[in-house]
């Protein structure tokens, strides 16, 4: 199979044909370092599928199922990913710059290390994946709890002024309930004057 794989990547890219007949091998496709560029691989069911390295640069993956999949150093520049499900898949350090993944399904895929491209957007786009369930394991400056932090301070001063106002306010039922107390005794010790005229 690798020699049958370098002949292909040294004439031409795979076809859809192709890829389908390794599928059909069996379960896990081995594609590992492959040529797809500009494939179309729409609606292909790819998961566990090893494309470890492959060329998937400008490829129609439109509703492919790419679920578990290892797509690690794969480029996927200009691939189109719309619908495709990347459930539980591994890209990590995979070239993901012009891909749009506004309508692919990224929960639980690993996206840690992937090159989305300019740097100045690339953290806002994290955070939207994150939020959408990608994963991201290398240390960045994503904002898990953005908007929480953002009014942390607020928070705390109303807290704060609350936590103090109700303190005030038992204070002074307290005391208004001792002077009711106080009165009451002073109007029971008072004897009755009944039977004066």
Not at 147 to 162: P, T, Y
Request: net charge positive; aromatic share 8%.
């Amino acid at each position: 199979m690798p020699a049958q794989r370098k002949t292909t990547n040294a004439n031409t890219a795979m076809t859809r044909r192709d890829v389908v007949r390794l599928l059909q091998k069996g379960g896990g496709a081995d594609l590992s370092k492959t040529d797809l560029h500009g494939a179309d691989l729409s609606g292909t069911y790819l998961c566990w599928a090893d494309l470890h390295g492959a060329n998937l640069r400008e490829a129609d993956l439109r509703g492919a199922d790419l679920s578990c999949a290892d797509l690690r150093e794969t480029d996927l520049r200009g691939a189109n990913l719309d619908w495709a499900i990347l459930y539980g898949a591994f890209l990590g350090r995979a070239d993901l710059r012009g891909t749009s993944l506004d309508k692919t399904d990224v929960r639980g895929a690993d996206l840690s290390w992937a090159c989305f491209g300019e740097a100045s957007d690339d953290e806002q786009l994290k955070h939207q994946l994150w939020r959408r369930g990608a994963i991201f394991r290398e240390t960045t400056s994503v904002r898990v709890a953005g908007r929480f932090l953002e009014g942390a301070g607020g928070f705390a001063l109303g807290f704060l002024l609350m936590s103090v106002a109700g303190f005030l306010c038992l204070v002074g039922l307290r005391l208004l309930f001792s002077r009711w107390l106080k009165r009451n005794r002073e109007l029971a010790r008072v004897p009755s004057r009944s039977g004066c005229v």
